[in-house]
């Protein structure tokens, strides 16, 4: 072994290193390094023979097998001193004082230093420890190893006697940064970084049980994790093996309890072992002593397993019978705690005919806690256990571990068991099972991911409604979900009919989760664009009704997409903000990446594809862990939308030959096919462009029906017409999009905002030579994008229809973070201003100038909700009342100084609970709190700018208004460079 190879142990090596050195020089020189099996003695000798320059090394080893006296010395010498006189004599004093002898005369005769590394000594025979007695305090550099374990060899015991210059050093465990290096460089990168920090947990710092575990788990993946390596299970084995009866037993019993120790990984628990077994306290602690001078527990106030294998092995080797009562009577004791995930682990493995059924209803129990702790992986084992037991609901089970394996980013294992649980409901006519389980498949009552166009599945939900009679919130969400899932298997007409009598059906029933989740039913059957008002006064009612987080989530989704397509930006972004504080509060990756895209969305809209090619990365990456099929879709989208704008298209064309294949099997409208078109046009390849208008102008109207995808489809045909100068699909375009001018093209939820109808209403009528008409499509589109605050889609328009630029510039500044403060310069005067939330609000303000922004959005508080008026109508009257009084008894003369305090307090009060123009203001309303916290924080801002600016200090309170609604107003135009 190379110096540079030995992990861990740096110091220990050069210790060694400098102790021999000097034995070059005639100097005696002998270590002895102890420590159990597979602690690296061995390398660490090899090691030190490497790095000592100059030395001829002899080797020799003890064996368990028994071999010829001497055997360590004769390996050691055959080379080096050849022709010893081991075999001569009979071993008399006189024959082994003549043999000890020449031994030393020979090494004295050395030409050059000698290093003797003797192995293994606790398995020498008595002569060649005698021998090494004489050795030891010869001139001479000699190391030996040996294991330091009680009771391993009565042989060994002469080693007390070696002379006292004969250092005894311990080698001890590797430390965890050590032992994730080692494992690092035995396996390379086939584990992941969790998988190491487990071999390093379980291995507890030996050097052996570290490489043969992480060989182990890199060759058979995870499930190796719960076998012990063959190598390990001797070495530990024959450690056990030498333990009397009564400690072996009772150390069993503690692997048993200490399976899960919730005070510490393989810590022991005295008492419950004490309870476990029935032995006395005493009794327990004596045993334990004897495992602990074994090497196999480690002593201190709370004992422990040395190693996680210790445990192990000791629970693999016991008699199945005998673990099962040990299981049983541990799962009897530490019920009273309510321990769900330990007792689901103990019954399951307990004896007896009610083990089963208890194991069931424990783990069940387990799953449900490691749900609410976002535990998700654990759910799912939780739940499988439980379905081993034949006592389980089936059934049941089944639908809970549907719905933890959806959460855990496994969509095809949870429809799987929904679909299994669908089976067997529907066998044993359990109408309402077979219902949950139909609509868990789209993500439950809310249905966050809905499967369409899916005929199987259709047919399950036509399935559980026909078993369900009369009116119930249960057939209201299958109605709800059978118009979803209808969608490219039926008419807008027959989809919107099925919604509107499940809307009409849930507020009947009056349950809310099931209304907010029909009328994203119903949103979905009208995502038209003729429907965008009625789809966001659904979005507020499910707002409104929302029972948890899931159909908030749902419903700020829907509210944003219409903010989109109305033009809505600063109500875009602050439904973003929500949407993210609401998803990062769940902790679900199926609910956090869609925030990804929006924000990549808007970022295309500045003109920054870079950042928009960042934000779907991260969107498709946080999909992958929640297995969302929208999220690779979406994420798609939004990089098609980012290498158009940055005109690298061609670095997308495989993708969207490979996309255009894929959809080719399915029955989607024509339109769904323009967008990749656009693409390839861009690229270079008219084909698909050429094919796809051709279609559409050869569909009618009527057969082209208005979906979600039908306004960004159409701004699709109508750039192939503009890019192909086709003046006949261009006039078709024209008149299919005229009733939508003042919308917003939106790609699907959300993945791209293309601009205003209007905007591309114009370069149509420019294409057809209606100038006047483009002309007015055109101002009308500036309008809107600089109401919007869309600069750069303001600028696209002028630019097309050649529309005065805006008026220039008077005055520029600067805002512009680094680290922990802000550099500010405004008409020639720089300064510097410490950073803090106040000046974070400016800049967010300074970068939108004219454009509302919402308080809540500026504070990072939730928007929706309050807790009622602070004084109700019949207490505002009281008080008001009581000031009558009050101000009739100061008007008399007759009040005094506790009235006119009593008159101070109310007024004060009144003051906190009326707003402007006598507006009650609520109690916990989040945007007045909002309002406050960012008012006085911009104010502590602005003060803090007028320390060495104060002419800007003067530009932002007149600019600066602050309220719900936060806006930078300058007088005259101001570019803020942030």
Known sequence: MRV???VGRDGLLADLLGWFRPAARGSGRAALLLGEAGAGKSSLADAVAAGLDGFRVARGWCSAAGMPPYWPWRSALAKVAPGLPFDSGDASRDDRQVLFTAVLDALERQPAPLLIVLEDLHWADASSLALLRSVAAAPVALLCTRRDEPGVNPLADPLADLPTSVR?????????VAAATLVSRIVGDRLPGASVAAVVARAGGNPFFLAEVARLLAAHGSSAMAVVPPGVHEVLGRRVARLTQSCATLLAAAAVTAETATAGPDLIDERLVVA?????????TDLLDEAVRAGLVTAGPSPRFAHALVREVLVADLPRGEAGRTHRRTAELIEPSGDAERLAYHWSRSSGPDAPGRAAAWSIRAAEQAVDALGFDQAVAHLRRALDGAAADRVDVLIRLGRAQRLAGDPVGSRASF???AALAGESGRADDLAVAALGIGGGVIGFEVP???????????DALARQTGDSPVKAALLGRLSMALTGLAGPGERRRLAQEAVAMAERTGDPATTAGVLAAYCDAVAGPEHVTARLAAADRMLAVAAGRESRLLARRLRLLAYFERGDLARVDAEIAAYRRDAG???????????????????LLTGDPDAALAHAATAEAIGARAGSGNAVLLGLALRMHAHLTAGRAAELAGEMRALLDQVAVVPLQIFYRAAPAVVLLAAGDDTEARATLNAYVETAAADIAPDAEWLEGHWALAEIAVRLGDERAAARVLSDLRPFERLWAVDGIGAAVFGTVGHQLGRLCALLGRHREAHGYFERALADYEHAGARLLAGQVRAEAGLPRPAPVRDEGVLRRDGRYWHVEWRGTASVVADGKGIRDLAVLLARPHRPVPA?????????GDLGPRLDATARAAYRARLATLDAALADGTGDARILAEREAIVAELRAAIGLGGRPRAEGDPADRARKAVTMRIRAAITAVERTDPALARHLRNAIKTGRVCAYQPETAVRWRT
């Open 4 to 6: 540079n190879d030995l």
């Open 168 to 176: 005894r050093i311990a080698v001890p465990p590797l430390d965890d």
């Open 585 to 603: 509060a769940a902790g679900i990756p199926l609910y956090q990446w869609l925030p990804e895209i929006w924000r990549g969305a808007r970022a």
């Open 452 to 462: 369409i166009a899916d005929e199987a599945y259709a047919e399950m939900l036509r």
């Open 419 to 421: 679909e299994a649980a």
């Open 276 to 284: 476990v077994t029935g032995r006395s306290p005493e009794t327990v």
């Open 856 to 864: 809540v959005e500026l504070a990072g508080v939730e928007s929706a």
